[in-house]
């Protein structure tokens, strides 16, 4: 645009009725919402009520909804609906057993914990919700600047921001301070990336000054509002009397989204074009689907076995109290039954039964395990060791629910670059035009060789070092003394521009369409006129740029060989170049290939108007823009290839190596090419080198070939496994053969992949990760996906569990994860050390808190052959209401601190994972042995207090509450039975709980009105009942001690071994230093060095590898 044409324009006095854009009827708008979304730019009080305001609401409820939506929610779950249908049956009284409090008290109380947590974090939402739609913003009302509130912001207001402002919305970008029209923003708080990134004003806008900008008209044709940030397709025609233009294409590069901060720019102003929940990040938000642990749909199985028992025993024990009743009921002087019955008289003691019974599931359970579930992710947050001091990054555990599912993984799915890598990049070696530069010793941009022909100024270095300086998203920046530092989102691209930029080619500018690069020396400055951008599908990127000073237009192109080397139009120049690129993938460095192209004029103007066109479709403009892209990416000179390495991080290869000792297998997805991801894949362990190990290869460009190649290798491997002729084989698939043999033979291929414990996959898309994760989940096995980047988002929230790195690329896939971490490294721990716990922990919990509601129900029935099957109970209301919830619940919350064996022990023996992962402490065969346990406990308990109390002349309630004294003791033997470290904590717990039941039924025995009164006193100054006591726990504990000792010495599994060991160690080490210091108080010599070898020898054997052989084993000991 023209400085005479601006003037013009700033001149007119334009009539506001001539001057405003076509009016839209409600018909109109209906059609146009049924095709994609049309903004009126300026427009934006015109049509409020089209489409919704800025006001954000991440809130679940509100004050009139809360309650029944809530209630809803919770009654959605079986359990809460089986115990609101006991509840309700308890109140009918002429059925219930017991007073309907003993119910409706503890679930009440559940109800209310869990809608008060529900309601407190709406709360906080609230106030996050608050106090962003109350922040003041400036909008453009009437042509001028007015400030509002930024919930009262609506589409096609003109947004005004100055530098650390946020954006209250999502606009297009209409102006900024910048002459060339760009405006840097931070995306952090959308991907967690922190560089600075580039927006650009749309071409037709840019030069329009303020007052120009509160009077724009124009019209804007977008899609519906979705959630992908890193694609905007939109179209912008601006009205007369500005410039009649056409329409010209919108992509994200010209957006401002929501939530970004303004930054290096003094002003910039938009047009919102999505607002309040329709932005992109409004509709990203909100809660993620629930994931349902192994331990948790094992708990669903084991509970509906139970409720089949209890419905079995009610049938059983209905049935036989009718039939005494009917029998020998008259017999009795002192039963009272009435003569004349009503109808339903026959369902009465069963549904008696079922009341009682209904204790077998205890109301419990869920919020036991929620509680310790929420202490296994604290234990992850506060872990020192997973906490990185390079970077200050702690491990933070996102999902609370989900700890115990580490402790059962079966198989890793990782990315490579910036998970296994650092995803730091240096420029290592280069070839240009056959002539490779860099070696062992040096890298390229010191090889004397390439400094020489730089400084002959050869035209292929030149041409070589021109296209990585220009062919680029970088953005230079430059520091108050004058040096050049570069901002990019790929690692990749700054190595490259850093290089040229070592070599003298240096990227010194970069506006909306001009770069500016000093080669040797001499500025050269190029317009771009077009982008085609990198897409996971083409794999390069190319622009077209006219060089100022001749006038001359090219094609500058990067991308993967494949990509490159099928638009050359020299086959030999691609079988040289193609030889050196697998030399340096073999080294595991990473590869680039670079082109270039003259292009004529009437070429170029002829492929403009096809892109053009394709860039303005609001549907499928992706493809068609790949399409056009074709047309011009052919006939390319292969200049040559660069290759840049990415070290490994610390620790990569030994945690590898632990996980797969601890039985899990690994798939690695990356997108490089298959030489350098096999190279990663030896070094980080993932496969045994030759000749223990060998990778297969599953290639192959059409449908055919990829099957026949699946075939082979699934022979190969086959073979392999039958004749045990390696120790590891692991197959290698691409992209390409990936696609093909998900489609057409995903039966064939998954035969393959279950006979290998490694898989590498090259070459592929994040689609394609995801749909590896969803195979393998299929297969049933337990799954864990990490990465590092946005491209790893759909992988991790697809797998089971899902673990994101904070690396370079940002802090998307952390945010997206269900566990962050600094390094892999710390995967060893999380998976070995807080897994492994946190699935021991889960499974006793879970099966204990049923065994101890199974005991008392068990009593129960007992005690009903001895009242006549009637359906009676032998606890009141509060003492059944009091077991659950106060008595038994806090010695096993206690469990959540139990460590089965040392850490350091389960990091040097990983293989005990393989216990968690055959789920062996929790299946139906450990819940039997649970099972059986509660009923000998329950007939222990019965028997000996009426034995004890046959001839005692005491009230009902004095033997439900030695009964009751009995459970208690029990419990507290058989938590401290199954406890294998004992913390300060844990005493307290276990001992004081004990304490708390006696001082709680002691002071409840002073009140007259509770039923209760003088009852604990005179239990407690009898000695049968401290009689009756010792025999329980002497008969209910002896034979279970008995039978631990046995297992313990005499058929010890790995970790009971691991467990003596310890034991061992730490009672020798308590030795050697009384030892020590015995002989230090003695004499002031010291002990031999062959003592104190054999010392240390003997107090580290815990550590020590483990035979193979129980038998050894045991002999060993």
Same mark, same amino acid.
């Given at each position: 645009?023209?400085?005479?044409?601006?003037?013009?324009?700033?001149?007119?006095?334009?009539?506001?009725?001539?001057?405003?854009?076509?009016?839209?009827?409600?018909?109109?708008?209906?059609?146009?919402?049924?095709?994609?979304?049309?903004?009126?730019?300026?427009?934006?009080?015109?049509?409020?009520?089209?489409? !919704?305001?800025?006001?954000?609401?991440?809130?679940?409820?509100?004050?009139?909804?809360?309650?029944?939506?809530?209630?809803?929610?919770?009654?959605?779950?079986?359990?809460?609906?089986?115990?609101?249908?006991?509840?309700?049956?308890?109140?009918?009284?002429?059925?219930?057993?017991?007073?309907?409090?003993?119910?409706?008290?503890?679930?009440?109380?559940?109800?209310?914990?869990?809608?008060?947590?529900?309601?407190?974090?709406?709360?906080?939402?609230?106030?996050?919700?608050?106090?962003?739609?109350? #922040?003041?913003?400036?909008?453009?009302?009437?042509?001028?600047?007015?400030?509002?509130?930024?919930?009262?912001?609506?589409?096609?207001?003109?947004?005004?921001?100055?530098?650390?402002?946020?954006?209250?919305?999502?606009?297009?970008?209409?102006?900024?301070?910048?002459?060339?029209?760009?405006?840097?923003?931070?995306?952090?708080?959308?991907?967690?990336?922190?560089?600075?990134?580039?927006?650009?004003?749309?071409?037709?806008?840019?030069?329009?000054?303020?007052?120009?900008?509160?009077?724009?008209?124009?019209?804007?044709?977008?899609?519906?509002?979705?959630?992908?940030?890193?694609?905007?397709?939109? +179209?912008?025609?601006?009205?007369?009397?500005?410039?009649?233009?056409?329409?010209?294409?919108?992509?994200?590069?010209?957006?401002?989204?929501?939530?970004?901060?303004?930054?290096?720019?003094?002003?910039?102003?938009?047009?919102?074009?999505?607002?309040?929940?329709?932005?992109?990040?409004?509709?990203?938000?909100?809660?993620?689907?629930?994931?349902?642990?192994?331990?948790?749909?094992?708990?669903?199985?084991?509970?509906?076995?139970?409720?089949?028992?209890?419905?079995?025993?009610?049938?059983?024990?209905?049935?036989?109290?009718?039939?005494?009743?009917?029998?020998?009921?008259?017999?009795?002087?002192?039963?009272?039954?009435?003569?004349?019955?009503?109808?339903?008289?026959?369902?009465?003691?069963?549904?008696?039964?079922?009341?009682?019974?209904?204790?077998?599931?205890?109301?419990?359970?869920?919020?036991?395990?929620?509680?310790?579930?929420?202490?296994?992710?604290?234990?992850?947050?506060?872990?020192?060791?997973?906490?990185?001091?390079?970077?200050?990054?702690?491990?933070?555990?996102? +999902?609370?629910?989900?700890?115990?599912?580490?402790?059962?993984?079966?198989?890793?799915?990782?990315?490579?670059?910036?998970?296994?890598?650092?995803?730091?990049?240096?420029?290592?070696? !280069?070839?240009?035009?056959?002539?490779?530069?860099?070696?062992?010793?040096?890298?390229?941009?010191?090889?004397?060789?390439?400094?020489?022909?730089?400084?002959?100024?050869?035209?292929?270095?030149?041409?070589?070092?021109?296209?990585?300086?220009?062919?680029?998203?970088?953005?230079?920046?430059?520091?108050?003394?004058?040096?050049?530092?570069?901002?990019?989102?790929?690692?990749?691209?700054?190595?490259?521009?850093?290089?040229?930029?070592?070599?003298?080619?240096?990227?010194?500018?970069?506006?909306? +369409?001009?770069?500016?690069?000093?080669?040797?020396?001499?500025?050269?400055?190029?317009?771009?006129?077009?982008?085609?951008?990198?897409?996971?599908?083409?794999?390069?990127?190319?622009?077209?740029?006219?060089?100022?000073?001749?006038?001359?237009?090219?094609?500058?192109?990067?991308?993967?060989?494949?990509?490159?080397?099928?638009?050359?139009?020299?086959?030999?120049?691609?079988?040289?170049?193609?030889?050196?690129?697998?030399?340096?993938?073999?080294?595991?460095?990473?590869?680039?290939?670079?082109?270039?192209?003259?292009?004529?004029?009437?070429?170029?103007?002829?492929?403009?108007?096809?892109?053009?066109?394709?860039?303005?479709?609001?549907?499928?403009?992706?493809?068609?823009?790949?399409?056009?892209?074709?047309?011009?990416?052919?006939?390319?000179?292969?200049?040559?290839?660069?290759?840049?390495?990415?070290?490994?991080?610390? *620790?990569?290869?030994?945690?590898?190596?632990?996980?797969?000792?601890?039985?899990?297998?690994?798939?690695?997805?990356?997108?490089?090419?298959?030489?350098?991801?096999?190279?990663?894949?030896?070094? !980080?362990?993932?496969?045994?080198?030759?000749?223990?190990?060998?990778?297969?290869?599953?290639?192959?460009?059409?449908?055919?070939?990829?099957?026949?190649?699946?075939?082979?290798?699934?022979?190969?491997?086959?073979?392999?496994?039958?004749?045990?002729?390696?120790?590891?084989?692991?197959?290698?698939?691409?992209?390409?053969?990936?696609?093909?043999?998900?489609?057409?033979?995903?039966?064939?291929?998954?035969?393959?992949?279950?006979?290998?414990?490694?898989?590498?996959?090259?070459?592929?898309?994040?689609?394609?990760?995801?749909?590896?994760?969803?195979?393998?989940?299929?297969?049933?096995?337990?799954?864990?996906?990490?990465?590092? *980047?946005? +491209?790893?988002?759909?992988?991790?929230?697809?797998?089971?569990?899902?673990?994101?790195?904070?690396?370079?690329?940002?802090?998307?896939?952390?945010?997206?994860?269900?566990?962050?971490?600094?390094?892999?490294?710390?995967?060893?721990?999380?998976?070995?050390?807080?897994?492994?716990?946190?699935?021991?922990?889960?499974?006793?919990?879970?099966?204990?808190?049923?065994?101890?509601?199974?005991?008392? !129900?068990?009593?129960?029935?007992?005690?009903?052959?001895?009242?006549?099957?009637?359906?009676?109970?032998?606890?009141?209301?509060?003492?059944?209401?009091?077991?659950?919830?106060?008595?038994?619940?806090?010695?096993?919350?206690?469990?959540?601190?139990?460590?089965?064996?040392?850490?350091?022990?389960?990091?040097?023996?990983?293989?005990?994972?393989?216990?968690?992962?055959? *789920?062996?402490?929790?299946?139906?065969?450990?819940?039997?042995?649970?099972?059986?346990?509660?009923?000998?406990?329950?007939?222990?308990?019965?028997?000996?207090?009426?034995?004890?109390?046959?001839?005692?002349?005491?009230?009902? /309630?004095?033997?439900?509450?030695?009964?009751?004294?009995?459970?208690?003791?029990?419990?507290?033997?058989?938590?401290?039975?199954?406890?294998?470290?004992?913390?300060?904590?844990?005493?307290?717990?276990?001992?004081?709980?004990?304490?708390?039941?006696?001082?709680?039924?002691?002071?409840?025995?002073?009140?007259?009105?509770?039923?209760?009164?003088?009852?604990?006193?005179?239990?407690?100054?009898?000695?049968?009942?401290?009689?009756?006591?010792?025999?329980?726990?002497?008969?209910?504990?002896?034979?279970?001690?008995?039978?631990?000792?046995?297992?313990?010495?005499?058929?010890?599994?790995?970790?009971?071994?691991?467990?003596? #060991?310890?034991?061992?160690?730490?009672?020798?080490?308590?030795?050697?230093?009384?030892?020590?210091?015995?002989?230090?108080?003695?004499?002031?010599?010291?002990?031999?060095?062959?003592?104190?070898?054999?010392?240390?020898? /003997?107090?580290?054997?815990?550590?020590?590898?483990?035979?193979?052989?129980?038998?050894?084993?045991?002999?060993?000991?």
């Amino acid at each position: 645009m023209s400085v005479e044409l601006l003037r013009r324009m700033a001149e007119i006095k334009e009539d506001e009725e001539d001057a405003r854009p076509p009016r839209i009827s409600r018909d109109s708008s209906n059609k146009e919402k049924n095709s994609g979304r049309c903004v009126y730019i300026n427009e934006g009080d015109r049509y409020p009520d089209l489409y !919704c305001n800025n006001r954000v609401s991440n809130t679940k409820y509100n004050l009139w909804n809360f309650l029944p939506k809530n209630l809803w929610e919770q009654f959605g779950r079986f359990m809460n609906k089986y115990f609101l249908l006991i509840a309700i049956l308890q109140l009918w009284p002429l059925i219930t057993p017991v007073n309907p409090a003993s119910t409706w008290g503890p679930l009440l109380l559940i109800f209310s914990v869990s809608a008060c947590k529900e309601a407190w974090d709406d709360y906080n939402r609230y106030k996050l919700d608050k106090q962003a739609n109350e #922040r003041m913003v400036w909008v453009v009302k009437k042509g001028v600047k007015t400030r509002i509130q930024a919930q009262d912001i609506h589409v096609g207001d003109i947004v005004w921001l100055r530098e650390k402002d946020e954006v209250p919305c999502d606009m297009i970008l209409l102006g900024s301070s910048d002459p060339q029209g760009v405006c840097y923003i931070e995306t952090s708080t959308i991907d967690g990336e922190t560089d600075l990134k580039t927006r650009v004003v749309p071409s037709p806008c840019i030069g329009l000054n303020s007052e120009l900008l509160h009077k724009i008209k124009g019209i804007i044709e977008c899609g519906y509002p979705d959630r992908d940030i890193r694609r905007f397709d939109a +179209n912008l025609r601006l009205f007369p009397p500005f410039i009649d233009t056409d329409y010209f294409p919108i992509t994200v590069n010209n957006t401002l989204l929501q939530s970004c901060f303004i930054r290096n720019t003094e002003w910039a102003c938009g047009v919102a074009v999505y607002t309040g929940n329709e932005t992109k990040l409004g509709m990203s938000r909100g809660l993620p689907s629930p994931k349902l642990t192994a331990v948790d749909a094992m708990i669903d199985k084991l509970t509906g076995a139970i409720f089949v028992f209890q419905v079995v025993v009610v049938i059983i024990l209905g049935f036989a109290g009718n039939a005494w009743k009917s029998t020998e009921a008259d017999k009795l002087w002192y039963v009272h039954y009435p003569k004349a019955a009503p109808w339903y008289e026959f369902i009465v003691i069963p549904l008696r039964f079922e009341l009682l019974c209904s204790i077998m599931i205890p109301i419990s359970i869920k919020v036991s395990l929620d509680l310790a579930k929420s202490m296994y992710a604290k234990f992850i947050d506060w872990d020192l060791h997973m906490y990185d001091e390079k970077t200050d990054t702690p491990a933070v555990a996102t +999902n609370t629910a989900i700890s115990e599912d580490l402790g059962q993984i079966e198989y890793i799915l990782t990315d490579k670059t910036g998970t296994l890598t650092e995803n730091l990049m240096v420029f290592k070696k !280069c070839c240009i035009k056959g002539s490779c530069y860099g070696d062992s010793t040096r890298d390229a941009v010191k090889d004397p060789a390439l400094l020489r022909a730089l400084n002959e100024n050869d035209p292929e270095v030149l041409k070589f070092l021109t296209v990585m300086a220009v062919c680029n998203t970088v953005v230079p920046s430059r520091s108050p003394n004058g040096s050049i530092s570069y901002k990019a989102q790929s690692q990749d691209e700054e190595a490259l521009v850093s290089a040229a930029s070592h070599l003298r080619v240096v990227l010194l500018n970069k506006a909306a +369409n001009c770069v500016e690069v000093s080669v040797l020396g001499a500025v050269l400055e190029f317009d771009i006129l077009d982008v085609l951008e990198f897409t996971s599908d083409r794999k390069k990127m190319s622009v077209i740029v006219r060089e100022r000073q001749t006038g001359e237009l090219k094609l500058l192109t990067k991308g993967a060989d494949e990509a490159i080397f099928s638009s050359v139009h020299n086959d030999q120049q691609v079988r040289r170049v193609a030889e050196i690129v697998d030399q340096y993938s073999q080294m595991g460095l990473r590869t680039l290939c670079l082109a270039w192209r003259d292009i004529r004029e009437e070429e170029y103007h002829d492929w403009s108007r096809k892109f053009k066109e394709a860039s303005s479709s609001i549907v499928d403009r992706e493809w068609k823009i790949a399409e056009v892209c074709v047309l011009m990416e052919r006939n390319l000179e292969l200049l040559g290839a660069t290759a840049i390495e990415d070290k490994l991080q610390d *620790g990569v290869a030994e945690t590898i190596e632990s996980l797969r000792d601890a039985g899990i297998n690994f798939w690695m997805l990356t997108g490089d090419k298959q030489l350098t991801a096999a190279q990663i894949a030896l070094s !980080c362990n993932f496969v045994l080198p030759e000749p223990q190990g060998q990778l297969l290869y599953v290639q192959g460009a059409t449908q055919s070939d990829v099957g026949a190649s699946l075939e082979r290798v699934l022979r190969t491997m086959q073979i392999s496994s039958t004749e045990h002729k390696y120790q590891d084989v692991a197959f290698v698939i691409d992209g390409l053969a990936l696609e093909f043999a998900l489609k057409y033979y995903r039966q064939l291929f998954a035969e393959l992949a279950s006979l290998c414990r490694t898989a590498i996959c090259c070459r592929v898309t994040p689609s394609q990760k995801a749909q590896l994760v969803h195979l393998v989940k299929s297969w049933e096995f337990r799954t864990l996906a990490i990465g590092d *980047g946005g +491209n790893d988002v759909r992988m991790i929230q697809e797998a089971h569990v899902g673990v994101g790195i904070s690396g370079r690329e940002g802090l998307q896939a952390a945010r997206a994860a269900d566990y962050s971490l600094a390094k892999f490294r710390f995967l060893k721990r999380l998976i070995l050390v807080h897994g492994r716990y946190s699935y021991n922990r889960s499974a006793f919990l879970s099966q204990y808190s049923i065994y101890k509601s199974l005991v008392l !129900c068990f009593i129960q029935i007992f005690f009903s052959f001895v009242s006549g099957i009637s359906g009676t109970s032998l606890f009141n209301s509060f003492s059944l209401m009091a077991y659950n919830v106060l008595y038994t619940s806090v010695p096993v919350m206690a469990s959540v601190l139990d460590k089965d064996i040392d850490e350091k022990t389960v990091l040097q023996h990983p293989q005990i994972l393989k216990y968690c992962q055959a *789920g062996r402490l929790l299946n139906p065969s450990t819940f039997a042995g649970w099972f059986g346990r509660a009923l000998f406990h329950g007939a222990v308990v019965f028997l000996i207090t009426m034995h004890v109390y046959v001839n005692e002349k005491s009230e009902m /309630e004095e033997v439900s509450l030695v009964a009751l004294s009995g459970c208690i003791w029990l419990q507290a033997f058989v938590v401290a039975l199954e406890t294998s470290s004992f913390t300060t904590i844990q005493h307290i717990a276990i001992g004081g709980n004990l304490v708390a039941f006696y001082i709680f039924n002691l002071v409840a025995s002073t009140v007259k009105w509770g039923g209760m009164y003088t009852i604990m006193f005179r239990i407690c100054s009898q000695r049968a009942y401290w009689l009756t006591m010792l025999l329980i726990v002497g008969a209910g504990i002896g034979p279970i001690a008995a039978l631990k000792f046995f297992r313990f010495f005499y058929r010890p599994s790995l970790i009971n071994i691991l467990q003596y #060991r310890e034991r061992r160690a730490r009672v020798t080490e308590a030795n050697a230093t009384s030892s020590s210091n015995a002989a230090s108080a003695t004499s002031s010599g010291s002990t031999s060095s062959s003592q104190r070898a054999a010392q240390d020898e /003997e107090s580290s054997s815990v550590y020590q590898p483990l035979l193979l052989s129980t038998k050894d084993r045991t002999k060993r000991q």
